[in-house]
C-alpha cells in the first residue's frame, strides 16, 4: 500500500510539473483519485475513409477506357472495332449505332452536298446483332482508328488509303462480314452480324486484345458522384441545341434536361435504332472538332488534317466550353485542354465527335 501511495504521490508531483511546463497550454492535468488504479492506452489506430460508391468496383467488373462505365472485367484487354456505317438516307434505319461507345460523323465526300459518314467504335462488339450498313474507309479514319488500336472493319476504299493500311499498328477487315436481304441494292446489304468479328479474327490471326502500339487510354473521367459541371467557367455557353453545318443530311443534337443527354437527329428526324427498340441515338459528351483537309481529286475524295492542333467544344450537361485539340501522331490520341492549358474531363458515358470542316466553322450553331 505504501509503495503504491508514493507512485501515486510522484505522479501528482509530475502533472504539476507538466503543468507549470506547459507555458501557452491551455490544457491541465486532472488530480488523480487515489482510489483509481492508473492505466496507460495507445492512441487509436487510424480509421481510413470509407470508400465512395464511385471507386467500389464490383468483384468482376471494371471501368471502360472509352466510356467509363462497367463492363465485365473480361474484356478489359480486349480491342474495340472502328465500323464505317454509311450515311446516306437510303443506308437508312441504321442498326446497332445506339449501343456504341463512341461515335465519330465527318465529312466523306466534298461532292454531295459534302455527305458526312460515321465511324463506331465498339468494346463489348459482341453484344450487338447487328452492325451498319458497312462501307468504305478513308485515310482520316484510318488516322483516328489507330489512335485507339481498334481493328478497322469496312467494305473497301479508294488507293488513297493504301499507304495507310500497311502501317504494322493497322489491323482491319474488309468486306468478309454479313449480307442482309433489306430490298435494297448490294452496296447497303453488308452488316456485322453477331459471330463476324470472331470468324475474322480466327481466319486472320489479328490479335483481338491490344497490342504493343496501344497508347492508353484516350480520356480523364470524372467520378459519377461528382460530375463535371462546366457552369461559372469563364466563356461557357448554353447549349440545349447542337447543329452542325453538315448540309447533305442536317445533323443535330437536342439537350434532354431530364437524362442529361444529347439526342441526334439528321434527315429532319430522330435517328433510331431497330436493331436496340428503336432508341435514338444520343450520347453524354460532345466534341466538336475544327479540322482543315484537303481535296485529293475531282471525285470529292479527301482527308482531314487531324495530325495537328486546333480549336474545339465540349459539350456536356446543356453548356459549351471551348477547348483546344492536339494530335500528335498517327497512333496517338487526340488530346483536349481547356483554356487554362488542363486537360479536360469528361463525364461518364457516350460520347459523340464531330469533325467540322474549317470552312463550315462559322455556320456552327450551339444556342
Partial sequence: MKKRLTALLALAVMAVSLTACGGNDKETVENI???EEVSVTEEPAAVPEPETEDDVIPEGMYRSELTNELLDESLKNQRPIAAMVDNESIALPHYGMSEADVVYEMMNSTLNGRITRFMVLVKDW???????SIRSVRP???ILASEWNAMICHDGGPFYIDQYMVEPYIDNFSGTFSRVDNGKSREYTEYILKGDVEKNLERT????????????PHYQFATEKNPVDLTGKDGVIDASLVDLPYPHNGSFLEYNEQDQLYYYSEYGKPHLDPGNDNAQLRFKNLLIQRCEFNQYDEHGYMIFYCITQGEAYYITNGKAEKVTWKKESMDSPTRYYDASGNEITLNTGKTYIGIVPIDDWDDLVIE
Fill in 205 to 216: 490471326g489479328v490479335s483481338r486484345e491490344y497490342t504493343e502500339y496501344y497508347p492508353g
Fill in 33 to 35: 483519485p487515489a482510489t
Fill in 126 to 132: 459482341e453484344k450487338i446483332e447487328q452492325l451498319g
Fill in 140 to 142: 482520316t479514319n484510318i
